[in-house]
């Protein structure tokens, strides 16, 4: 099968196209014939290495996964003997999580993992990235900020992947939204739902005072410190971009503030967390709260060229890879 191999850490240009064997499912997995797969700023980072922390779990020297991407849609192909819960030709979605794999023509997923049905009210396009912007802003939002109605929430890189899923979200649960993104992106965020927009290049949000319950750093430029006097009096600063610094500063304010720094990768969560947090937003977006704004697409072969473009910084919402869409 064809499939994108990490040669190493670097730029985009370790991503090199290769035939490989078809995985096996194993007697508990299902074989999937993979549609379209995700490609996120998460994966972009993960292919640089960097953080140094991160190593830690994705390989010392090179990726132990060498096949990049995690989330994905697509259609049983096979299911192993002990395998009850779906059969060939289901339409599913889910995400691997450290296992990667998704940038492939197929993978294997445990039964148990995060893999679902794929609902009549989602598309394959849609599916690929669920797991990326929705589940993780929902995750942040709900379940570490705690998010409630009438509260004031700051959303930083709101035109991304992260930032739209967070608007309207914020919004489904009653909170007051302020977007911050660039002049262009002003009017898809406003589309989504924000009650305010700030030109991140005409004004420095840092710069108000005791002004908002949850300032959610999407794209991790700001930071902990430079946020806090924004943030009422035991606000919360949430972002899921790993620094040093950041597990520095949610450490001290665990011990020496009210206001809090949090940090979660939330695919590190278990798959049954997982796979509640999936059906929490699915929910959501079933009843009409939450749409998927997908901004580019690229064939499996050009996945080196996706990543430059996310590395550009000028992507906004998704971008999906269509790796057998017929």
């Not at 997908?294 to 996945?303: A, S």
């Amino acid at each position: 099968m064809k499939a994108i191999v990490a040669t190493g850490y670097g730029s985009p240009e370790v991503l090199k196209v290769v035939t490989v064997d078809r995985p096996t499912p194993k007697s508990d997995e299902l074989l999937i014939k993979v549609k379209v797969s995700s490609a996120t700023r998460a994966d972009t980072m993960m292919r640089t290495g960097k953080p140094y922390i991160g190593r830690l779990f994705l390989g010392l020297t090179k990726p132990k996964n060498p096949i990049p991407g995690t989330g994905f849609s697509g259609v049983v192909e096979k299911v192993g003997e002990d395998v009850t819960s779906f059969k060939k030709g289901d339409a599913v979605f889910g995400e691997t999580t450290l296992n990667f794999s998704a940038n492939a023509e197929y993978l294997v997923i445990k039964e148990n993992g995060v893999v679902h049905p794929l609902p009549n009210y989602i598309d394959f396009e849609e599916a690929a990235n669920f797991c990326d912007g929705h589940v993780t802003s929902y995750n942040f939002l709900k379940v570490k900020g705690k998010i409630e109605k009438g509260q004031k929430v700051l959303i930083n890189g709101a035109s991304g992947a992260l930032g739209t899923s967070a608007i309207q979200i914020a919004k489904h649960f009653g909170a007051h939204v302020t977007a911050v993104c660039s002049e262009k992106n002003e009017g898809l965020v406003k589309s989504l739902g924000a009650d305010i927009v700030i030109n991140y290049n005409q004004e420095n949000f840092t710069k108000t005072v005791n002004q908002y319950d949850i300032i959610y750093d999407t794209v991790g430029k700001s930071s902990f410190r430079i946020c806090k006097a924004a943030l009422t009096e035991k606000g919360l600063y949430l972002s899921p971009v790993l620094s040093f610094s950041l597990l520095f500063e949610v450490f001290l304010s665990t011990i020496s503030s009210k206001k809090k720094a949090i940090f979660e990768a939330t695919g590190t969560n278990s798959d049954e967390r997982l796979n509640i947090l999936v059906t929490k937003v699915m929910e959501i977006y079933k009843a009409g709260g939450l749409k998927t704004f997908i901004n580019r697409q690229f064939p499996l072969e050009k996945l080196a060229e996706a990543h430059r473009y996310i590395d550009s910084g000028h992507k906004r919402g998704n971008v999906i890879i269509l790796n057998n869409y017929k």
